[in-house]
């Protein structure tokens, strides 16, 4: 079971432990956040206690109109050992009387200067990044002209060399040989690179090298969106290719679908340059111009015309 531990969310976002430092070892294993306002109320029927949450402006305000015993009792309702932390937001202070049942449940208490929404949001979007499922494919990832890029194929096709020279063209690496791929959203597949490969670049007959120490930070990047697929294909002369690039070819990865592109590899191509031209022409489709339709447009007023004559 994926899972972060609270100590991560503080040292990744802008939140502080208050109390329960000896705590932060609590396991997160749910991306979605809590803000408790109906629990403050009594109303504990639907209460999502195993999930993180947040004390927000609002809540704050209901918790102060509330007398001291008021305020231990419905506390004493919401701490429970399965919650992973609360966090108190805005920079309020923490109240006095959530202090010993959160301890006695083992619960960090937080405090982030953000206000409620921002800190829901920026919690969510870490959580989700870290506990969404992943796949992972063999593969080079790039970033080509600010396009997410991989490229697949079979071992020993170029893959890397191909990443190597895009690299000096100024473009970025993400991972190499393994790619980790996991949904943000239900329309946005993400890839970056294993803790142990980040950086690294294989070149066969060379062996291992690290991108950002030869080529600096700007070389590299930690994560990007996937936006097409290009697989390199050793062109034996036994395979046809779509010449004028009017079939769509797609590969469906956690119910999303990638745009994919083969490309037929062989002695004296430049696959870097052909790779750079195939981003930028999906990023003119994209933008709504096709070259293809543009072209099958002039063939038919050109046949039209030399029909009529």
């Known amino acids: 079971m994926t899972a972060v531990t609270v100590k991560e969310l503080v040292d990744t976002l802008d939140i502080d432990i208050a109390y329960?430092?000896?705590?932060e070892d609590r396991i997160i294993v749910s991306s979605e956040v809590a803000r408790p306002g109906l629990v403050l109320t009594g109303f504990t029927q639907v209460y999502p206690h195993d999930?993180?949450?947040?004390?927000?402006?609002?809540?704050?305000?209901?918790?102060?109109?509330?007398?001291?015993?008021?305020?231990?009792?419905?506390f004493e309702l919401m701490c429970r050992p399965e919650t992973p932390a609360i966090i108190v937001s805005r920079g309020m202070e923490v109240p006095e009387e959530l202090i010993a049942p959160a301890m006695a449940c083992r619960i960090p208490l937080l405090t982030s200067r953000s206000k409620s929404s921002r800190a829901l949001a920026n919690i969510t979007n870490f959580l989700e990044g870290r506990l969404?499922?992943?796949l992972s494919k063999h593969g080079v990832f790039v970033e080509?002209?600010?396009?997410?890029?991989?490229?697949?194929?079979?071992s020993g096709v170029g893959k890397s060399e191909t990443a190597l020279e895009l690299i000096q063209r100024g473009h970025r690496l993400v991972a190499d040989d393994r790619v980790e791929l996991f949904m943000l959203d239900e329309l946005t597949l993400m890839g970056e690179a294993p803790d142990i490969l980040q950086n690294l670049l294989e070149i066969r007959g060379l062996?291992?090298?690290d991108v950002m120490s030869l080529y600096g930070v700007a070389a590299i990047r930690r994560d990007k969106k996937l936006e097409v697929i290009i697989e390199l294909v050793i062109d034996d002369g036994s395979v046809e290719y779509d010449r004028l690039g009017s079939l769509r070819d797609y590969e469906t990865i956690f119910e999303v679908k990638i745009p994919k592109i083969r490309i037929p590899v062989k002695t004296g191509r430049n696959l870097a340059a052909i790779i750079e031209a195939a981003s930028m022409?999906?990023?003119?489709?994209?933008?709504?111009?096709d070259a293809t339709e543009a072209f099958n447009k002039k063939l038919d007023a050109l046949i039209m015309k030399n029909t009529k004559g």
Not at 20 to 23: C, I, N, R
Not at 54 to 66: L, Q, V
Not at 281 to 289: D, E, K, P, S
């Open 207 to 209: 062996g291992i090298i």
């Open 144 to 154: 080509v002209f600010g396009m997410g890029v991989l490229l697949v194929g079979a």
């Open 132 to 134: 969404a499922e992943r």
């Open 20 to 23: 329960g430092e000896e705590f």
């Open 281 to 289: 022409n999906f990023r003119a489709n994209q933008m709504g111009f």
């Open 51 to 74: 999930r993180v949450q947040i004390i927000g402006k609002t809540e704050m305000a209901y918790i102060n109109s509330m007398t001291s015993r008021q305020r231990s009792q419905i």
